[in-house]
């Protein structure tokens, strides 16, 4: 996972959590694949997360299978930094940016918690799985609403999060597929 760390505000060490919940921090590697009637795409996906201290801050790399980055997205103090190709654009809004940059429809502000397994207070659960874990909901958005699965889980970092994901919407369609999910904690320092 030391290929897609970033230098937070803050020194961070791996933890074992019993709930992704617990986890303000975390890092991601996998795959991401789009569709929709325009687009079609497979990318390695690294993202960091981090809202200890109630600071968000987000590093989300997209990269191609020999490893040239193809978007980098960085969110950090309420501003939002698209680089692609060689250029680079600005918003408060990273779900906005995405859009207005890329034309893309990509549920990003939301993301955070479905890759922990987790839904907002909007989202409206549709099935369960027989462990209690969330298996379907749907979500509401501008427009039209987001169909998401949760087709698989696993246990990472002493949690049970999502394994594979897939997001639908009109003709948008996202899956997700979380290799590694590490929860991390900030290091204290006793003096």
Request: proline share 5%; net charge negative.
């Given at each position: 996972m030391?290929a897609?760390?970033?230098?937070?505000p803050?020194?961070?060490?791996?933890?074992?959590?019993s709930q992704?919940?617990?986890?303000?921090?975390?890092e991601?590697?996998?795959?991401?694949?789009?569709?929709?009637?325009?687009d079609?795409?497979?990318?390695?996906?690294?993202?960091f997360?981090d809202?200890?201290?109630n600071?968000?801050?987000d590093?989300?790399?997209?990269t191609t299978?020999i490893?040239?980055?193809?978007?980098?997205l960085?969110?950090?103090?309420?501003?939002?930094?698209?680089?692609?190709q060689?250029k680079t654009?600005t918003?408060?809004?990273?779900?906005?940016?995405?859009?207005r940059?890329?034309?893309?429809?990509?549920?990003?502000?939301?993301?955070?918690?479905?890759i922990?397994?987790q839904v907002?207070?909007?989202?409206?659960?549709?099935?369960?799985?027989?462990?209690g874990?969330i298996?379907a909901?749907?979500s509401?958005?501008i427009?039209?609403?987001?169909?998401?699965?949760?087709?698989?889980?696993?246990?990472r970092?002493?949690?049970?999060?999502p394994?594979?994901?897939?997001?639908?919407r009109?003709?948008?369609?996202?899956?997700i597929?979380i290799?590694?999910?590490?929860?991390l904690?900030p290091?204290?320092d006793?003096l």
């Amino acid at each position: 996972m030391a290929a897609c760390s970033v230098k937070p505000p803050h020194k961070l060490t791996d933890i074992d959590v019993s709930q992704a919940s617990e986890a303000n921090a975390w890092e991601i590697q996998g795959k991401l694949a789009f569709r929709s009637n325009t687009d079609k795409f497979s990318t390695n996906l690294f993202w960091f997360h981090d809202n200890t201290f109630n600071q968000p801050h987000d590093d989300l790399k997209l990269t191609t299978v020999i490893g040239t980055t193809v978007l980098s997205l960085t969110s950090q103090y309420g501003l939002t930094s698209i680089d692609v190709q060689g250029k680079t654009y600005t918003d408060r809004d990273p779900q906005q940016l995405i859009s207005r940059v890329s034309g893309m429809q990509i549920p990003l502000n939301k993301l955070p918690l479905w890759i922990t397994g987790q839904v907002t207070p909007d989202d409206e659960v549709l099935e369960y799985n027989s462990d209690g874990t969330i298996k379907a909901f749907t979500s509401k958005d501008i427009g039209e609403d987001w169909q998401v699965k949760f087709i698989s889980y696993q246990q990472r970092s002493g949690a049970s999060v999502p394994r594979l994901l897939q997001i639908d919407r009109a003709d948008v369609q996202i899956k997700i597929q979380i290799n590694q999910w590490q929860a991390l904690t900030p290091i204290t320092d006793n003096l």
